[in-house]
């Protein structure tokens, strides 16, 4: 550049240290906001980024977890597509996620409609309604699988004492059932989260607007149909997004302790399946191909859910 | 912008919502060198040299690592912190046990120990497991470790552990037979008779029913694992006792599950659903269910393996139990009654292990089974058929019953034949076409598929080691044989 090295020293020296303190003073808040980010951003690339990236890698490989990986491309997917139980689990997942969703939400809004009122024991019943969020789905699924025993069961020998014996059941080994079974013990548990959802939205609706149309003639029907459903339009997107997504991705436990999947793959959702894959038939490749899979599928979930809320934020 | 890597983030949480059901653990380097040049028979030049490498009574700074399930048995752990205590006493060698997870995650535990360098001398196994494991070059050989004391194992325990021809595990554990549990008691006071055959099992079924307004048997049908058992009961009569020669034939690919004898056993277990014999309870029964409704008399009998023993005398001392042979289903002159048993509890030595840590393993696994060690282990499980000569069984009449009976028409379970694809098809079918939601040609034709779907996506081979080449076997072979101290 015509500088000679000596010349170029000579120009330079003590000038780096002033640029990198000008460059420090412009941008100082950048600067630190970014040092503050990168010890969790760090953490997310090394235990979530990488392993989904490995996990789309082993996905090209044939390996049952224990000797060498062999290249395979992308035979793993095609696999995926002609294996039934796996479609047959990508259908109750999807059972499962839209099923529980709509009763959590209507069981949810309910529950909040009515404890929103001043009822005696009110904080009672919002406690009892919320407690079994806080039981484990491991617990939750033991405790209903006794209740659902055919021998000793709570239900079926509460249905014989009040002599409906012809609604006994094989509750977790009938296929027609079961599904809606382990899908009951979901709702049970996540109704009273909705419900709280459902009671931070009504409690921010103006109660001058029921007495408006109280004054105007309308009923509690209207009413909740006309002013509660509209003004908790944000909160029921939310809690309808969050349920499908949380349903979509975190079945397995709940099955895997009710049922394992059975009887004859009548609860199998792809989780298990994949789980089953993974350890129990040892092939990796193709289990983690499952998981892009159904990742795929759950992100366009994550997708609207994205749309929505952006778009209600803008709103 | 925002929105953009708003977009992102969500993407990205999604999918790490995902990536941990993927048995995302990082990969050894890719080699797709596959098996070539495959020889019929292991070859014999593999065999190493013995030298003097003597486990040394002075193992200075000496530590072996043991990884296994976690203990069920009462006592066991204790039992084994004993065999540890006297190992260090005499070789002055630690034993640091990690015992994790259930039997089954044997393998996945070995491989995160691997895939982490912890280090691993010795490891669980279990029949059900060993061809997956010896298949995929994990375990090492060590037929001519166990050579200076093999005659220890009781007849044939050692053989359940040996894949061509090679031995993989030592099993030092209980052996086990199945067999039908009834309520003696109940059954005195009826005046019923043991039965012998499929028709006297119905008559018997329809008595209980009848007199006693009962569950005549129960089954823990919500643990699949179980349901396969009866399959091995029918096959072996419809093969007129044939079950191993034809199950064999079946996984090399020389017969079809969807074969007469295959589709008669699958129609003659829905046949105990079919009469009454068992019903719509036993479908969603677990193995705590089960025992308790046998022992509060809500049901008569149930059919299970001989570890069912133990647990129920352990809750119920003075319950009167008797045992009988799966009926005879057929009329076909000479074929019997054949049972599914053998030993589940073994251990081997990974392929893996620190070389220098070799001789003590080696040594390790001898003193084992010893018979002082190996019946301080073997009877915490009150063991009716120890695999090791000299330890004694339980102090129970039904142990001299099954040794006696039993025992003789104890065959192989199919399941420590097939691989777990094929077993997670019979273990599904069974039930299905047990109540009519499949027909048997139905269920036969999803085990045979199970079975073709796995040699095209894993490329199963029955007879594995028949196509390994010299450098596999070099990967699981012991570079020298040690000297161990056999007493």
Sequence with gaps: MGLTDSSWKKNTAGSLPDALTRFWGRNQRTLIAYLMVLPAFLLFMGLVIFPLFDGFWISLHRWDGLSEMEWLGFKNYKFVFGDEVFWLGMRNTFQFAFGVTIVKNVAGLFLAVLLNQSVKGRTFFRTAAFMPVTISFVVLGILWSWIFNPTFGLLNNMLSALGLDFLIRGWLSDPKIALWSVMWVDIWKWTGFHMVLFLAGLQNIPTDLYEAAAIDGAGRWQSFWRITVPLLKSVTIVSVLMSILGAFVSNYDVVKVMTGGGPFHATEVALTWIVSTTFRFSNVGKANAMSIILFLCAAVFGIVQLIVTTRRDED | MRKVTFSLMIFVIVGALLAGCAGGSTPT???????????????????????????????????????????????????????????????????????????????????????????????????????????????????????????????????????????????????????????????????????????????????????????????????????????????????????????????????????????????????????????????????????????????????????????????????????????????????????????????????????????????????????????????????????????????????????????????????????????????????????????????????????????????????????????????????????????
């Design chain 2, 29 to 487: 380097p890719a080699s797709t060198e596959a098996p070539s040049g495959a020889s019929t028979e292991a070859p014999a030049d593999t065999t190493p040299a013995t030298t003097p490498e003597v486990a040394s009574a002075d193992g200075e700074g000496c530590v072996l690592h043991i990884l296994g399930g976690a203990r069920t048995y009462p006592g066991e752990e204790e039992a084994w912190n004993q065999v540890f205590a006297d190992f260090k006493a005499q070789y002055n060698c630690d034993v640091q046990a990690r015992w994790q997870g259930e039997w089954s995650d044997a393998p996945q535990n070995l491989e995160s120990a691997r895939m982490a360098q912890e280090p691993v001398d010795i490891t669980y196994n279990s029949a059900t497991l060993n061809t997956t494991m010896a298949r995929s070059g994990v375990l090492m050989d060590i037929t001519e470790l166990v050579k200076p004391y093999q005659d220890r194992f009781a007849t044939g325990m050692l053989e359940k552990y040996t894949l061509g021809g090679k031995v993989w595990a030592i099993p030092v554990s209980d052996s086990s037979t199945s067999a039908f549990f009834y309520n003696a008691t109940m059954f005195e006071e009826l005046g019923l008779e043991e039965p012998k055959t499929y028709a006297d099992l119905v008559s018997v079924a329809q008595a209980i029913k009848e007199q006693k307004n009962i569950l005549p048997l129960i089954h823990q049908g919500k643990e699949p694992w179980y349901w396969p058992m009866w399959f091995f009961e029918t096959y072996a009569q419809t093969t007129g006792n044939k079950s191993i020669d034809m199950i064999q034939q079946f996984l090399s690919g020389q017969r079809q599950f969807t074969s007469p004898e295959e589709i008669a056993a699958l129609e003659d277990v829905a046949r105990f659903y079919q009469d009454g014999i068992m019903t719509q309870e036993s479908l969603d029964t677990d193995a705590d269910s089960m025992r308790a409704t046998f022992l509060q008399q809500k049901a008569a009998m149930f059919y299970g393996g001989t570890w069912e023993l133990a647990p129920l005398r352990e809750a119920n001392p003075s319950f009167e139990i008797g045992v009988f042979e799966f009926p005879l289903m057929t009329d076909a002159a000479g074929v019997v009654s054949q049972h599914g048993g053998g030993p589940d509890n073994a251990w081997s030595i990974p392929s893996f292990i620190d070389p220098a840590n070799l001789p003590m393993a080696a040594q390790f696994l001898e003193f084992i089974t010893r018979q002082e060690n190996a019946t301080r282990i073997i009877s915490t499980y009150s063991p009716m058929i120890p695999s090791i000569k000299g330890v004694p069984t339980v102090d129970d009449p039904l142990a001299t019953e099954f040794n006696e009976q039993f025992m003789p028409n104890t065959i192989t379970f199919l399941d420590w034949l097939w691989p777990n694809e094929v077993n997670d098809a019979v273990m599904q079918a069974i039930p299905a076409v047990l109540t009519g939601n499949m027909t048997a040609e139905e269920g036969a034709t999803t085990v045979q598929d199970a079975l073709d779907t796995i040699r095209e996506e894993s490329e199963y081979q029955f007879d594995w080691w028949t196509t390994w080449t010299d450098e596999d076997w070099a990967k699981v072979t012991p570079a020298s044989i040690p000297t161990i101290e056999v007493k």
